[in-house]
């Protein structure tokens, strides 16, 4: 994967003990050489997005009709 754009999404423990998600992504900067000079790129927090995305999930199945 060297040299390429990378996105990962994985869980981690934080320092309190709770368990959050991750999503990492990142790109490498080339230089005039076409040489990777640095990567550059951003994580966020996501704990409370896959949270809302869970419920509503959840929502959707136990709501839907002969199920639940």
Do not use: W
């Amino acid at each position: 994967n060297e040299g390429k754009s990378f996105a990962h999404e994985y869980r981690i423990r934080h320092a309190d003990g709770s368990i959050r998600t991750i999503f990492d992504r990142g790109f490498p900067i080339r230089n005039d050489q076409g040489e990777i000079h640095k990567y550059v790129g951003v994580a966020l927090d996501i704990t409370e997005q896959k949270k809302a995305e869970m419920k509503a999930g959840l929502y959707r199945f136990y709501s839907t009709p002969g199920v639940g």
